[in-house]
T-cell receptor, first 114, second 113 residues
Framework: DTAVSQTPKYLVTQMGNDKSIKCEQN?????MYWYKQDSKKFLKIMFS???????INETVPNRFSPKSPDKAHLNLHINSLELGDSAVYFC?????????????FGPGTRLTVL | QQQVKQSPQSLIVQKGGISIINCAYE??????FPWYQQFPGKGPALLIA?????SEKKEGRFTISFNKSAKQFSLHIMDSQPGDSATYFC????????????FGAGTILRVKS
C-alpha cells in the first residue's frame, strides 16, 4: 500500500506550458507539503497545508499554485513553466503540524522543462 | 539563522567502518533534529531524530550525538554496509519558522564492499 503517491513520476514539457502534479496520501494525516529538490539535491519547502488550509507559503513565484481539495490530496499547478523549474518535486504528509510529527515523503516527480 | 550547515558533501567508507556526518545550526529555537535517508529515485525517509534535551540517541547501527552548547549534531553509522549507500540529510525544526523542516545540503555516502 502506497502511503504518499504522486503522479506523474516524470514530466517533460516545453517552456511556457502549464502543468500539474497530483499528490495523495492514505495515512489519514492532516498536514501535507510540497518540496522542491534541485539538481544539487538541496531540499526546500514550498508550501504546507493543514486540514486544507495553507499554513506555509515560502517565497515561491506566483506561477506555482497549490490546491487542496480535501485532506488527502494536495496538487501543485505550475503556470508558464521556465527552465529553472526543472527539479524533483516531492509531496509529503505528517499526522499534524507538531514539531515532532514525522513527515512521510512521496516518490517524487521529476520535472524537466525544455 | 534559518540555515543548517552539513558536512561533508560526500563520504566514502569501507564496509564495516564508521560513517560520520556533521551538522551545525545557529538558531537556538530549533527544537527537533531529524535525519533523513534518501536512496536514488526515492523520496527521503526519516532515519532517526533527536530533541535537544538529550545528548545521544541510538537506533540499531545509527546514533545521533547532540552538542547543545556547540549547536552541533552528528550522525554516526556503525558497521557501515553497502546498503547504507544513500544521501543523508540533517534537518531542524522550530515554531519560529512555522514548524517547517530546514534541511542541510545533504551528504552522499558510498560504502565500498
Amino acid at each position: 500500500d502506497t502511503a504518499v503517491s504522486q503522479t506523474p513520476k516524470y514530466l517533460v514539457t516545453q517552456m511556457g506550458n502549464d502543468k500539474s502534479i497530483k499528490c495523495e496520501q492514505n495515512l489519514g494525516h492532516d498536514t501535507m507539503y510540497w518540496y522542491k529538490q534541485d539538481s544539487k539535491k538541496f531540499l526546500k519547502i514550498m508550501f504546507s497545508y493543514n486540514n486544507k488550509e495553507l499554513i506555509i507559503n515560502e517565497t515561491v513565484p506566483n506561477r506555482f499554485s497549490p490546491k487542496s481539495p480535501d485532506k488527502a490530496h494536495l496538487n501543485l499547478h505550475i503556470n508558464s513553466l521556465e527552465l529553472g523549474d526543472s527539479a524533483v518535486y516531492f509531496c509529503a504528509s505528517s499526522p499534524g503540524f507538531g514539531s515532532t510529527d514525522t513527515q512521510y515523503f512521496g516518490p517524487g516527480t521529476r520535472l524537466t522543462v525544455l | 539563522q534559518q540555515q543548517v550547515k552539513q558536512s561533508p558533501q560526500s563520504l566514502i567508507v569501507q564496509k564495516g567502518g564508521i560513517s560520520i556526518i556533521n551538522c551545525a545550526y545557529e538558531n537556538t529555537a530549533f527544537d527537533y533534529f531529524p535525519w533523513y535517508q534518501q536512496f536514488p529515485g526515492k523520496g527521503p525517509a526519516l532515519l532517526i531524530a533527536i530533541r535537544p534535551d538529550v545528548s545521544e540517541k541510538k537506533e540499531g547501527r545509527f546514533t545521533i550525538s547532540f552538542n547543545k552548547s556547540a549547536k552541533q549534531f552528528s550522525l554516526h553509522i556503525m558497521d557501515s554496509q553497502p546498503g547504507d549507500s544513500a544521501t543523508y540529510f540533517c534537518a531542524a525544526r522550530t515554531w519560529e519558522y512555522g514548524n517547517k523542516l530546514v534541511f542541510g545540503a545533504g551528504t552522499i555516502l558510498r560504502v565500498k564492499s
